[in-house]
């Protein structure tokens, strides 16, 4: 099994940044892809950015162009790089793993809340 445990969130202004990592361990091997949720209250959880094990990323439309997702497989880490905030991106983050057959790999964490908000 693998474990996720995710960090970086905060209160920041419309027009901040923000770095979000999250730190895998337990059966790491089985990590394919990796991938930033959002859920907000009384909405379903969505797929915001993810990230193969060769390096190709994808975006959901509503964060192209501000949001960057990494990995850094030596750090058993992911990161989510938040830039250009608005209000609507408030939610809380999660994220997780898939193996090659695109099975989720983690029970779903506390996630970290990021408030955007003058």
């Known amino acids: 099994q693998v474990q996720l445990v995710e960090s970086g969130g905060g209160l920041v202004q419309p027009g901040g940044s923000l770095r979000l990592s999250c730190a895998a361990s337990?059966?790491?091997?089985?990590?394919?892809?990796m991938g930033w949720y959002r859920q907000v209250s009384g909405k379903q959880r969505e797929l915001v950015a993810g990230i193969t094990s060769g390096g190709i990323t994808n975006y959901a439309d509503s964060v192209k162009g501000r949001f960057t997702i990494s990995r850094d497989n030596a750090k058993n880490t992911l990161y989510l790089q938040l830039n250009s905030l608005k209000p609507e991106d408030t939610a809380v983050y999660y994220c997780?793993?898939?193996?090659?057959?695109?099975?989720?790999?983690?029970?779903w964490g506390q996630g970290t809340l990021v408030t955007v908000s003058s």
């Open positions: 997780n793993a898939r193996n090659r057959f695109g099975n989720i790999l983690a029970a």
């Open positions: 337990g059966s790491i091997r089985s990590i394919n892809a």
